[in-house]
């Protein structure tokens, strides 16, 4: 029997249901038809002002060029001729000229102007006697043709407002008329033509003004211009007083022809009151025009090229009809989306009410596991370090092939793709860093609980760091309709010391929930400050109008790989993992993490974290890495200008051009007012107008000799003339025309390090593969390894870069070179593993015994260990490069610490080296190959010669062999897979590199485990390596035969060719292999054929020792 009161409640459910229903499907629709409206209002508010700057600019621009017109026309030379002859009776005292002569003169000179520019209709030279009679007047016919009228036809302009304000301005002052109409005689011209005149007084010598030069320009096109419009907007243009100048609709200009002056906006437009707003249009401007009764959004911009009272108003306007369809409509879609979700999230939360018996049940069976999960807690506690361990490995193995698959996409796409492919390519990205993303979070996590989490303390900027970290997500969250805002209170300081690279993984997790989590509204970003315990203590503050998060979850959501519930993960994607780091480095930074939401109203995140501020040293620093080096070059001839600016560039450097002096020193003075400073200003010499000397002069006198950048001179005279000049010492070095990219560097090097002192300011921001510059020009290298292969790399690569290199094969050769009394290097590149002396043991003697205490050794090793590394700086490496070498990192180092040692800086030379490269490197299964041809240097046959030698240095490594196990083989097997690892790195082969280091590193260990597994695997990698390589070694050697085979006569076997080829074994120089491809023939010839196979293998492999030995026991034969 049921209950009367059960069936009551029962019959009154539903309609409570229904009434329930309807009012949140009310509440729901009113919402999105609000945020619809706001979003809508910010969509078009921002295409109206981004389209209202745009015109102006386009406005701007055009009155700017204008005056420049106008300027060239009073600047050319029958102008100053008239004065003269006005000023001394009809006579030009400097040359005899009459009036007449320099008239025509102009007068053509106008006509060709006229010609030239279409724009311009009429030119007229205007004397300032006889009440402004026209002297010169060049204008246009009906059919546009330039024409000179007859002098009768002249007027008087003396009470026309452009001569009157033209009168009153200094000579030289460029003064533009409102927009108007033209008149001719009094009367407008027809049909109408928009028009404004540029004019500017012209003095005679003594500085009287005697004349005005007007200039009507033709405005129509411009104004056709600025009304143009892609959609339902319209532009007006209005004057000061509100008069159009511009109508979508009705005839502009009404007021210059209409009895009482024509309609204006202020007569038809009425400011809509805010009480008639719609919702969502609360900030709005809206107008209703009084005609049509139609209801406009509005935004305006003011233009003031014209000068001074003489403003104009530009207006775009939008239906709000239109405006109110497009919302109703969005928000309808909204409404039937966030509909459609509840209920059938009502449906779910009805079916899990109906399983929380069974749930109720199996809560029992939990109570009876709870004893054998404590007792599995301290299992899991002590599983959870070699977990954290492990993902810390995994996340490092996965990272290092993303890595390589993200930067071949960045390759790919830097060249010339069609669409599709780009498109490939853009996705590979976007993947790419989708799962780099994740794979670092887990590494991040698994570091911090593993306590390897080490934090920096480097000096960074506050507001750079939110401003990069707030547009990294400003473009997402531009696509979802959402604004970004960032607020920083004046209690920031500038610079504070931390772990930028933290702080900013901080905020983009933030912001990236964010605006994942926020469908609509907003995002702000603010940054505080506070003093706290001597330390500055920021507050930075993620606050959004997204979903909010439930309270029962809060207190759990920055545990790992939690969210707001199961349905965040299926909506939003996500690891879980972004707020559980969040936490623990703020944690670790000392500081704190709290959490304010609404649910449905949106979340606040508020970050605080103690740092502190930089001491001298460090602000320093931080503002000379901040910037790029600036060049302004200043050269009137475009063609050198253009050319100086790409040398500058290619050179890695920021480089901006202005075309004479007085541009020079205005570009200076706003740079420096602007506090964007200059390290070098590259100045010709002769210059029109304002000579270089002259512009540094005045520069030196407005800024003061501590304010001048360093200068540079460039001239294409003779340089004792320049020297005579009074300012001759203001520059700091004088460059002959024409100027190559290396003396450009010499000069501008030691130039900015005589200014700034800062010696490595200019090879900081210098990219070091420009201009075919020899960058080690004029030094001597002392290069140290017992690797032959190695050494030969290492010393192509530097004599390239000009250096004069000698070689050691190990420490204690390099001590005995270093003694000699007429033995000077400028630096040692020194391998740290040798066989006899190693490299700790060398630096140490090398300070020590030969008290070379100011020499630069730097360290070359395919060690990477941290601990390596302070051990060698400990016993006296100035640097560590690891194996294998990037050639401008090696470079970067030697001319770092050679510079420090000479006290000067390192002049460049111009690269001559014309030895052939090959410029497709093929691609080998197995190989980094665009690694390895930056490594050689571009240089194909070092690439084969080097793999030969490795894949027969250590061919008996492809068959495995138990080692034994006594220390000295385990120990001289570690030593050849250490060369193994390091010769492999050198041509790409990374899993050999690998896998050799496994090896090697388990050789080292007392009780190391069982080895012949691993070995196999490096045997079976040493095979399929040579199996790669050898179609390309074998395709060189046919070419080598061929070419051998078609040569033609024979190179003479005399004595000086032979004894080229013997030094060149005996000094172990690649020049060997071009020598003797140059003796081939007559060597096949001449030998037994064994001998040649035997000396031909040898020098292919680069075993020179083998080579020279073969001929000395042919010339040693008493056949010979």
């Known amino acids: 029997m049921v209950e009367p009161g059960r069936t009551l409640r029962s019959r009154m459910a539903w309609p409570l249901a229904i009434m329930a229903a309807a009012a949140f499907s009310f509440g729901t629709y009113w919402y999105a038809q609000v945020q619809s409206g706001h979003a809508f209002f910010n969509a078009i508010s921002f295409q109206q002002q981004s389209q209202l700057a745009l015109k102006a600019t386009v406005f701007d621009r055009e009155i700017g060029h204008l005056k420049r017109m106008t300027e060239f026309l009073a600047s050319v030379p029958p102008v100053p001729g008239i004065g003269r002859v006005l000023l001394h009776a009809g006579i030009d005292p400097v040359n005899g000229e009459t009036f007449t002569v320099w008239k025509n003169r102009l007068d053509q000179i106008y006509l060709g102007f006229l010609r030239a520019e279409p724009r311009v209709f009429q030119a007229r030279f205007i004397g300032v006697a006889d009440d402004g009679l026209e002297l010169i007047r060049v204008e246009r ?14 007027q008087r302009k003396a009470e026309r407002t452009y001569f009157i304000e033209a009168l009153a301005a200094p000579p030289g002052a460029l003064v533009v008329s409102e927009i108007e109409l033209n008149r001719e005689h009094g009367r407008l011209e027809e049909p109408h033509r928009p028009t404004v005149r540029v004019s500017t007084p012209v003095a005679n010598t003594r500085d009287e003004i005697f004349a005005i030069v007007v200039v009507n320009y033709e405005f129509a096109a411009l104004l056709d211009e600025l009304g143009r419009s892609d959609d339902a907007t319209h532009y007006f243009l209005t004057n000061t007083r509100g008069h159009y100048l511009l109508h979508p609709s009705s005839p502009a200009f009404q007021h210059e022809y209409v009895r009482h002056g024509g309609s204006d906006w202020q007569a038809d437009f009425v400011p809509l009151p805010a009480g008639e707003h719609p919702a969502g249009f609360e900030g709005a401007r809206l107008v209703r025009e009084r005609n049509t009764g139609q209801t406009l959004i509005v935004a305006s911009r003011r233009l003031y090229s014209l000068g001074d009272g003489k403003h104009l108003t530009l207006r775009a306007t939008y239906p709000l009809d239109l405006a109110l369809r497009e919302i109703r409509h969005n928000a309808w879609s909204d409404f039937l989306l966030v509909n459609a979700t509840a209920y059938l999230l009502i449906a779910v939360i009805a079916w899990l009410s109906s ?19 404590e007792r599995a807690r301290d299992a899991a506690e002590q599983a959870n370090a070699a977990k954290s361990q492990f993902l810390a490995n995994m996340s490092h193995e996965i990272r290092t092939p993303l890595n390589a698959v993200l930067g071949l996409a960045h390759l790919l796409g830097d060249d010339p793709l069609n669409t599709e492919q780009r498109d490939c390519v853009i996705r590979i990205q976007s993947a790419g860093k989708a799962l780099l993303g994740v794979v670092n979070d887990i590494l991040d996590l698994s570091k911090i609980e593993a306590g390897e989490l080490v934090l920096e303390q480097i000096p960074f900027s506050v507001g750079d760091l939110c401003r990069e970290s707030l547009g990294i997500v400003s473009e997402q969250a531009g696509e979802k309709g959402l604004t970004v805002e960032l607020q920083i209170a004046t209690t920031v300081p500038d610079i504070l010391v931390g772990d930028a690279t933290r702080l900013r993984q901080i905020l983009l997790n933030l912001l990236t929930n964010a605006v994942k989590f926020t469908p609509s509204g907003s995002i702000t970003l603010r940054a505080s400050a506070s003093e706290h315990d001597h330390r500055t203590l920021l507050h930075l503050e993620v606050e959004d109008t997204g979903i909010g998060i439930p309270e029962t979850v809060r207190e759990r959501l920055f545990a790992p790989f939690v969210q707001a519930d199961d349905s965040t993960t299926r909506r939003f994607g996500g690891s879980g993992l972004g707020l559980a780091i969040v936490r623990q480095i703020v944690e670790r930074m000392g500081g704190r993490v709290s959490l304010e939401s609404t649910e449905g109203e949106g979340s606040t995140f508020r970050i605080e974290a103690p740092l502190d501020p930089p001491d001298a040293d460090q602000l320093q620093a931080f503002e000379r890495e901040r910037h790029r080096l600036e060049v302004v070059i200043a050269e009137d001839d475009t063609e050198q200008r253009e050319a100086l600016i790409a040398m500058t560039t290619s050179l890695g450097w920021h480089a901006e051009g202005v075309a004479n002096g007085q541009a020079l020193i205005d570009h200076v003075l706003d740079r420096h007012r602007s506090r964007q400073p200059i390290d070098c200003l590259v100045v010709d010499w002769r210059m029109p107008g304002l000579d270089g000397l002259t512009a540094l002069d005045r520069l030196r006198t407005r800024l003061g000799t501590d304010q001048l950048p360093a200068a540079i001179l460039i001239t294409a005279q003779d340089t004792d003339a320049l020297k005579a000049e009074p300012n001759a010492d203001l520059p700091d070095s004088i460059l002959i025309k024409p100027v190559d990219s290396s003396t450009l560097f010499n000069q501008i090097n030691s130039a900015v390090l005589k200014r700034a002192g800062h010696r490595d300011r200019v090879l900081e921001g210098t990219h070091l593969g420009a201009n075919h510059i020899q960058w080690l020009a004029e030094t001597r290298i002392l290069l140290i390894d017992d690797s032959t292969l190695n050494l030969d790399v290492a010393r192509h690569i530097l004599e390239r870069q000009g250096a004069e290199v000698r070689t050691c094969g190990n420490g204690q050769e390099a001590l005995e070179r270093l003694g000699l009394p007429d033995e000077r290097f400028d630096a040692v590149l020194l391998d740290v593993q040798m066989p006899v002396m190693d490299g700790i043991t060398t630096v140490r003697a090398i300070r020590n015994q030969l008290r070379l205490e100011r020499l630069p050794v730097i360290a070359l090793t395919a060690g990477a260990l941290s601990s390596e590394r302070q051990r060698a700086l400990a016993a006296g490496m100035n640097d560590y490069l690891t194996k294998p070498f990037e050639p401008d990192q090696m470079v970067r180092s030697l001319r770092r610490h050679i510079e420090l040692a000479r006290g000067a800086a390192l002049p460049v030379t111009p690269y001559t080296d014309a030895d052939a490269r090959t410029t497709h490197w093929p691609t080998i299964p197995g190989l980094r190959m665009r690694e390895v041809e930056a490594r050689l240097d571009g240089d194909w046959a070092l690439f ?18 138990s080692p034994k196990d006594d220390s000295e083989s385990r120990r001289v097997l570690a030593d050849r897979l250490h060369k193994l690892a390091g010769n492999a790195g050198l041509i790409g082969a990374e899993t050999v590199q690998k896998q050799a280091k496994v090896v090697e590193n388990q050789l080292r260990q007392p009780d190391s485990p069982p080895l012949i597994g691993p070995l196999h695997q490096l045997a079976r990698s040493l095979r399929e390596l040579e199996t790669n390589l050898q179609s390309h070694l074998e395709n060189h050697s046919d070419a080598l035969s061929s070419g051998r085979s078609t040569a033609g006569q024979q190179q003479p076997l005399d004595d000086d060719t032979l004894t080229q080829l013997r030094d060149d074994l005996a000094a172990h120089r690649l020049t060997a292999v071009a020598t003797f491809e140059t003796l081939a023939p007559g060597l096949e010839a001449t030998l037994a054929t064994a001998d040649f196979a035997a000396l ?8 020179f020792d083998q080579a020279l030995d073969i001929i000395e026991s042919w010339r040693a034969s008493p056949d010979i």
């Open 141 to 154: 016919n009906a059919n546009g043709t330039p024409r000179i009228p007859l002098e009768s036809s002249f």
């Open 355 to 373: 399983r929380m018996a069974a749930l109720q049940r199996e809560a029992r069976l939990q109570l009876a596991l709870k004893d054998s999960m």
């Open 944 to 961: 084969q010669s080097t793999c030969r030698s490795l894949l027969r240095e250590f061919a008996d490594l492809q068959t495995v062999s």
């Open 1096 to 1103: 031909d293998a040898a020098i292919r492999a680069l075993q």
